[in-house]
């Protein structure tokens, strides 16, 4: 017989395909709102698709998250409101497509402020020293907080650029923290991290390998800001867990982030709240296409799964190295390694 957790991922997931169903099939109705266009230097699709998809994973995890809240576990409530900011400006942004990066940011750092309101958790221990010390302060333990979740919503969102990679590197992550919270005990973070999984999965099914719907800022927004919440409340509550394994969870995404940013401000020629196409996967891409695909798949979803390989070795020497702070740095350095020098090699094989 099927457990009660089970049925409730089952549930979650196909709430989620069938609201991606509905928004696929009534395209031509809302195209003019929600299609994405196909100007901006990172976009490599063809025609226009739909980028609302993210409205499905939201509202297949909310509708879980407040049932469960109803039934005694205030916490999913907790997190769902913090995320919903963060939701419903990117969401406005796939509609309108004028929405500042400014504003976006700020509703961002908002999100993370009632997260700390709800939760009245915030990152106090880093494992250094020094970092430790400071964050005893309140006011720094709050700012630092709100900050690494808003820069997580824009790192899921920054790696939105291939068919399923965000949804790919959302889902590893969050499978890595089930896993780890399983080793622990703390049942809260395994179910939400596998409902989170189990709402990624019923529009990644659709997004990959043909891209019949996209994510979106919305969607990005919302689970950017929700990994960051579980990162945070599972290194927080958990005293077995190195903070070195959450960092490396997210560091994927999180490098991206910030080498563009500095490849940006480096540049007078590019602004850096700009997309451009200078990421890794990107230039995957770049490759691909020039070269031809080596998988059974377009150029797009091959270049996609060759990235998903950087997500994948963090979530897997995070997992085995959680409590173990020297090889998780050392994982670190090597992904950044790796990173650089599949970049290069790219770099050169398509030029």
Same mark, same amino acid.
């Given at each position: 017989?099927?457990?009660?957790?089970?049925?409730?991922?089952?549930?979650?997931?196909?709430?989620?395909?069938?609201?991606?169903?509905?928004?696929?099939?009534?395209?031509?109705?809302?195209?003019?709102?929600?299609?994405?266009?196909?100007?901006?230097?990172?976009?490599?699709?063809?025609?226009?698709?739909?980028?609302?998809?993210?409205?499905?994973?939201?509202?297949?995890?909310?509708?879980? $998250?407040?049932?469960?809240?109803?039934?005694?576990?205030?916490?999913?409530?907790?997190?769902?409101?913090?995320?919903?900011?963060?939701?419903?400006?990117?969401?406005?942004?796939?509609?309108?497509?004028?929405?500042?990066?400014?504003?976006?940011?700020?509703?961002?750092?908002?999100?993370?402020?009632?997260?700390?309101?709800?939760?009245?958790?915030?990152?106090?221990?880093?494992?250094?020293?020094?970092?430790?010390?400071?964050?005893?302060?309140?006011?720094?333990?709050?700012?630092?907080?709100?900050?690494?979740?808003?820069?997580?919503?824009?790192?899921?969102?920054?790696?939105?650029?291939?068919?399923?990679?965000?949804?790919?590197?959302?889902?590893?992550?969050?499978?890595?923290?089930?896993?780890?919270?399983?080793?622990?005990?703390?049942?809260?973070?395994?179910?939400?991290?596998?409902?989170?999984?189990?709402?990624?999965?019923?529009?990644?099914?659709?997004?990959?390998?043909?891209?019949?719907?996209?994510?979106?800022?919305?969607?990005?927004?919302?689970?950017?800001?929700?990994?960051?919440?579980l990162a945070i409340m599972l290194s927080e509550n958990n005293a077995a867990i190195s903070p070195f394994a959450c960092l490396l969870l997210i560091l994927y995404p999180l490098y991206e982030l910030l080498r563009s940013f500095t490849r940006r401000a480096a540049s007078k020629s590019k602004k850096v709240m700009m997309p451009d196409h200078d990421h890794f996967h990107?230039?995957?891409?770049?490759?691909?296409?020039?070269? $031809?695909?080596?998988?059974?798949?377009?150029?797009?979803?091959?270049?996609?799964?060759?990235?998903?390989?950087?997500?994948?070795?963090?979530?897997?020497?995070?997992?085995?190295?959680?409590?173990?702070?020297?090889?998780?740095?050392?994982?670190?350095?090597?992904?950044?390694?790796?990173?650089?020098?599949?970049?290069?090699?790219?770099?050169?094989?398509?030029?």
């Open positions: 017989m099927p457990s009660p957790i089970s049925v409730t991922l089952l549930i979650c997931f196909a709430i989620s395909a069938m609201l991606t169903v509905m928004i696929i099939t009534t395209a031509r109705s809302h195209m003019r709102f929600s299609g994405d266009n196909l100007d901006g230097p990172q976009k490599v699709h063809k025609g226009h698709i739909p980028r609302i998809g993210g409205t499905s994973v939201f509202i297949s995890f909310a509708a879980i $998250g407040f049932w469960l809240h109803l039934n005694g576990s205030p916490s999913y409530g907790a997190l769902i409101f913090a995320a919903i900011p963060a939701f419903l400006i990117g969401f406005i942004e796939d509609l309108t497509k004028k929405v500042s990066p400014t504003v976006r940011l700020l509703i961002a750092l908002f999100s993370g402020l009632v997260f700390v309101v709800l939760t009245d958790v915030t990152l106090r221990y880093t494992s250094v020293p020094l970092l430790d010390t400071y964050f005893k302060n309140d006011a720094v333990a709050i700012f630092v907080t709100v900050l690494a979740i808003a820069t997580m919503v824009n790192a899921i969102n920054i790696t939105d650029g291939l068919n399923g990679l965000s949804l790919g590197t959302s889902a590893l992550i969050a499978l890595s923290f089930a896993f780890i919270a399983h080793q622990l005990g703390d049942t809260l973070i395994i179910t939400t991290s596998l409902m989170l999984v189990a709402a990624i999965a019923g529009l990644f099914i659709f997004n990959f390998p043909l891209g019949r719907v996209f994510l979106g800022d919305g969607g990005a927004y919302f689970i950017g800001a929700t990994l960051a919440m990107s230039i995957a891409y770049q490759n691909i296409s020039a070269k $031809g695909s080596p998988l059974p798949f377009n150029n797009n979803a091959s270049a996609s799964t060759l990235t998903l390989g950087l997500p994948a070795f963090c979530c897997l020497s995070a997992c085995c190295f959680y409590n173990n702070p020297m090889m998780l740095m050392i994982c670190c350095g090597l992904f950044i390694i790796i990173y650089e020098a599949g970049i290069w090699h790219l770099s050169k094989s398509a030029s």
